[in-house]
């Protein structure tokens, strides 16, 4: 198990910024493929970004790229979702995600899951 824990959610106006941290435990973090989606109300998960163990591959969703950016601290055991611009459509949970291989997370074929974090974005 690699339990993980989403923090800094929260409500902002459009054109605002928020950054995301999701905390794992475990010896075996840095290599896990680590990623972020969300989920709006009445509609599907949908997949923002994917990192890779050593952070040197990067996937994105359909338009995700550019106002959403994913880093991680190995040392740390953290990844980080920097969003900025955000817009009333952006108001979603956002799931932190393991998988094997930033591939694995980027098919949405994930090991762990985090609990979600409510990000409400006002216009």
């Known amino acids: 198990q690699v339990p993980l824990v989403e923090s800094g959610g929260g409500s902002v106006q459009a054109g605002g910024s928020l950054r995301l941290s999701c905390a794992a435990s475990?010896?075996?973090?840095?290599?896990?493929?680590m990623g972020w989606f969300r989920q709006a109300p009445g509609k599907e998960r949908e997949f923002v970004n994917a990192?890779?163990?050593?952070?040197?591959?990067?996937y994105y969703g359909d338009a995700m790229e550019g106002r959403f950016t994913v880093s991680r601290d190995n040392a740390k055991k953290t990844v980080y979702l920097q969003m900025a611009s955000l817009m009333p459509e952006d108001t979603a949970v956002y799931y932190c995600?393991?998988?094997?291989?930033?591939?694995?997370?980027?098919?949405?074929?994930?090991?762990?899951w985090g609990q979600g974090t409510q990000v409400t974005v006002s216009s």
């Open positions: 995600a393991a998988g094997t291989t930033v591939g694995d997370v980027a098919r949405a074929n994930v090991k762990y």
């Open positions: 475990g010896r075996a973090f840095s290599g896990f493929g």
């Open positions: 990192i890779s163990g050593s952070g040197d591959l990067i």
